[in-house]
């Protein structure tokens, strides 16, 4: 009914409930949402998990990120492989 603002640990909550940042849930949308390009297909919108985990990863430093890039292919040649038969 907008009469009272929700605190901060029930907008996040709601937040993770929608898929939107807490941002977006007090101003509304600016400009556009959050969009990442794939390695074969069209952009995706990403979704608030992703983006607290891409926040997270550039927390890293330089080696740790190299270790996270590591990983990821690792489990990305497993999955092509999986999806081959």
Known sequence: M?????TQDKLR??????????DEQRF????GAVMAAEASTDPVT???ADREMLSRYLGLDVNDRKTV???VTALS???SLKSRG
């Open 2 to 6: 907008g009469k009272a603002i929700p």
């Open 13 to 22: 909550v709601l937040a993770d409930w929608l898929q939107v940042s807490p």
């Open 28 to 31: 509304g949308r600016t400009g």
């Open 46 to 48: 990403l979704s608030m």
């Open 69 to 71: 890039r590591e990983v």
């Open 77 to 79: 040649i497993a999955a």
